[in-house]
Structure formats: C-alpha cells, structure tokens
C-alpha cells in the first residue's frame, strides 16, 4: 500500500486546472433573483406561522368561553 496519498504533481494539476475554468462558470451557479424579498422563498413558513395564530386564537376564545 502506498504510504504517501499526495500525488507528486497535484499542486502543478490544480493549478493547471483553475487556469481553465472558464470566468462565468461560477456565475451560472448562483440564480438571478428579482425578488426582493424572495417571497417564495419562506412562502410554507408564512403560511404555518398564520395557521398557527388562527389555532391559537380559536383555542384563547374556547377558553374565554369556557370561563364565562
């Protein structure tokens, strides 16, 4: 087995290999966004967030009208 996992040209490969990444390559990576607050985004959490105030509303005012 070999003991040494480095292969001696690595660096010299690496190197040679980000001289040939084209300069937009990174740039398609990450998405256009127009919107500002990427609403689509947190869109399910929006939504939970208002059925959970709705059941906590409904459950203060069984127990409100409980109590009277």
């Known amino acids: 087995m070999n003991k040494n996992p480095f292969d001696p040209n690595m ?13 937009n390559t990174f740039k398609s990576l990450v998405p256009e966004t127009t919107d500002i607050f990427q609403f689509s985004k947190f869109k399910k959490y929006i939504f939970a967030l208002a059925g959970l105030l709705m059941l906590a509303g409904f459950g203060i005012g069984i127990l409100v009208g409980l109590m009277f």
């Open 11 to 23: 660096i010299k490969n690496l190197n040679d290999m980000m001289k040939n990444l084209q300069p």
